[in-house]
């Protein structure tokens, strides 16, 4: 168990922008920062955070909740790995018993895969560096592509020893169950034998954005045509090979601060640029480029300068990512290197100025590289010449910015010696083919969606529930606040009519909703509203300085949306820009009690209506005939009701 104390010490160190500012590229929006959701597809920003409430609100998806809810959302933590993973980011020691098997027994399965991976990283550390066939073998390796010790312990390199099954052994000793070592792919199970899947191999872990293991490559050091040169963990709960990018986690920092991501192939090549001191670089892993990974990089910068080696093959298979990239809007640059040499070979030759040097001199817009290599096979041949041209302006077509469509346009036009009518009329056919194909699929979709709109009654909206969370907002916001409230009294007149008497009354916020409430006799019909109300109603009467932190940091999933959501409607409304069309949103700050008294009263006309509706019913259920003291009740509310439109100034 971690210690109070050192729970509350995390959560005043942290800082909600400083820990989302590693996974998601923020700018600067007034007090506030905004970036890209990390949870959905999106190309407008709808992602907000607080640094002065040290919250976050994804308006795309609803989540929200303070930089622990970010973790546990976003790299699925647990609390108390959220906690570690903070502890650990801004070196505050932490305390921790030891878990037993017991304990380990009653993980839940996905998390029991990450205990497994962790575990098998450390095993393949230390059999590295404390065997003698790590040292002579997969540390040899390692020596002789040039990595230093403290580029090996980096990246956490390994090695898996050449038995069939020295590592699953050593993992159930440990106490960990064959079925997730078997999940994670770590261990092959065939009827009543298990073999290490990465036998022999020397070990590259591939990490999460936050650092969590989520499988591994395995690269075998001996010439056997049978076996693969590379074997990668297979598909599991926690490691989806298209969602990942290999070194992510120790290039995240740079990326964003760089303005730039270099992609390349291998493990090695990410490795040797870091060690050089280029830490802006990650991998695809040897998989195809894949929409998923992309998002991960436009997340924290718009820029992408793709690294090829001489291989001509290689760079044409490459070059369909490069599509990918240009449809989500970001900008592509690609350097090749010299015949012979890769990254990573470059990289151990060079110093950092000189690869420093290379990569500005010789990164290339993708429109001139495509042009240069498509055209090379094809100068000679009119038919393949068209086709190249074809293939080029295809890509241009992907990229969203019309302006950018002109340039690059213009671009082909001089490299390709043609002119730009009929690449702009090329261009054009591309578009309206593709415009034809989405509208078709829109019309399929929307006929698809009005089946099923036919098919459902409208959603009313709960009225009731609106209404008690903006008495949550007022608590949450102004609680300990202290108003001038005009309070109605009911009384008779002479007439005996029923007349509502205003009296100022001086009260904080929290006092006037729990009295009028209670007056009232009413109750939330919302569960986790009624929790949170009695919570803070509670709070705030024991404790005059009333945290929100203290909230969103206890409260479930549920509670921590809802709350956020509620904080974060200033910033809501700032993304819709509303200033620029010259609409000025009225701040709730500049009258709070009539907000809080506009509310109260909206409950009170709400539960009013339904009452009546309640004593109309029990009229019709009568079969003797019309009960006059329920036709009291419901002229006694009905009047009580009118009063209090009034006082809203609305009609009935």
Request: net charge negative.
């Amino acid at each position: 168990m971690i210690s109070p104390r050192t729970i509350d010490l995390v959560f005043e160190t942290a800082r909600v922008e400083e820990v989302i500012g590693d996974f998601v590229q923020l700018k600067k929006a007034g007090t506030n920062f905004k970036g890209l959701s990390p949870f959905s597809d999106e190309r407008s920003p709808s992602f907000m955070v607080s640094p002065v409430k040290q919250i976050w609100k994804d308006f795309s998806s609803g989540k929200g909740g303070n930089a622990v809810a970010f973790l546990m959302e976003h790299e699925h933590f647990t609390y108390p790995e959220a906690i570690k993973y903070l502890a650990k980011k801004y070196n505050i020691e932490i305390e921790e018993t030891e878990q037993s098997n017991e304990q380990k027994e009653q993980q839940d399965e996905r998390e029991s895969l990450y205990l497994v991976s962790e575990f098998a990283n450390k095993y393949f550390q230390n059999i590295l560096h404390k065997t003698d066939q790590g040292k002579s073998i997969g540390l040899g390796y390692f020596k002789e592509r040039g990595f230093t010790e403290e580029t090996i312990k980096k990246f956490d390199l390994g090695y898996s020893l050449d038995e069939w099954q020295a590592f699953t052994d050593e993992a159930l000793k440990q106490g960990y169950k064959l079925e997730f070592l078997e999940k994670t792919g770590l261990t092959i199970v065939k009827d009543e034998k298990r073999f290490d899947r990465f036998k022999g191999r020397v070990m590259f872990p591939i990490k999460s954005m936050s650092g969590r293991v989520l499988g591994f490559g395995g690269r075998i050091l001996i010439n056997d045509r049978k076996a693969a040169k590379y074997v990668n963990s297979p598909e599991s709960d926690i490691y989806h090979k298209s969602n990942v990018l290999y070194g992510i986690y120790h290039a995240k920092q740079s990326i964003a601060k760089e303005d730039n991501c270099y992609l390349v192939e291998g493990y090695t090549d990410v490795i040797q640029f870091h060690q050089t001191g280029i830490k802006n670089v990650v991998s695809s892993s040897g998989t195809a480029l894949t929409s998923e990974q992309i998002r991960l990089i436009n997340r924290l910068t718009k820029n992408i300068t793709v690294l090829f080696d001489g291989d001509a093959a290689g760079m044409r298979a490459s070059l369909r990512g490069i599509d990918l990239i240009l449809e989500q809007g970001m900008n592509v640059k690609v350097c090749t290197f010299p015949e012979g040499e890769d990254p990573d070979s470059f990289a151990k030759h060079n110093t950092l100025e000189e690869l420093s040097v290379y990569l500005v001199e010789n990164a290339k817009d993708f429109i001139q590289f495509k042009a240069s290599v498509l055209y090379e096979d094809s100068k000679n041949d009119p038919i393949k010449k068209a086709e190249t041209i074809r293939d080029i302006v295809n890509s241009i077509s992907k990229i969203p910015d019309r302006i950018k469509k002109e340039i690059y346009i213009q671009e082909c036009s001089k490299i390709m010696d043609i002119s730009e009518e009929v690449l702009f009329s090329t261009l054009a056919q591309i578009d309206k083919k593709e415009f034809q194909e989405t509208n078709k699929q829109f019309k399929t979709e929307q006929r698809t969606f009005e089946v099923i709109k036919n098919q459902q009654p409208v959603e009313k909206i709960n009225v009731q529930y609106v209404l008690e969370r903006k008495i949550i907002e007022a608590l949450l916001l102004y609680g300990n606040k202290t108003e001038d409230f005009e309070d109605l009294l009911l009384k008779e007149n002479k007439q005996g009519q029923l007349v509502l008497e205003p009296v100022i009354n001086t009260a904080k916020v929290f006092e006037k909703i729990f009295l009028d409430l209670q007056d009232d006799e009413m109750e939330f019909s919302n569960p986790q509203f009624k929790t949170l109300y009695y919570t803070i109603i509670d709070t705030l009467n024991q404790n005059p300085d009333f945290q929100l932190n203290n909230f969103i940091n206890s409260a479930d999933s549920y509670i921590s949306n809802e709350i956020t959501s509620i904080l974060m409607e200033d910033e809501q409304h700032a993304l819709a820009d509303w200033e620029r069309v010259h609409i000025y949103p009225k701040k709730k700050i500049d009258s709070i009690a009539q907000f809080v008294s506009e509310t109260i009263l909206s409950l009170r006309c709400f539960l009013i209506d339904q009452k009546v509706k309640e004593f109309q019913q029990k009229t019709l259920q009568n079969k003797t005939g019309v009960n006059k003291s329920i036709l009291e009740e419901v002229k006694d509310y009905s009047s009580l009701k009118m009063l209090l439109s009034r006082k809203l100034n609305r009609a009935l």
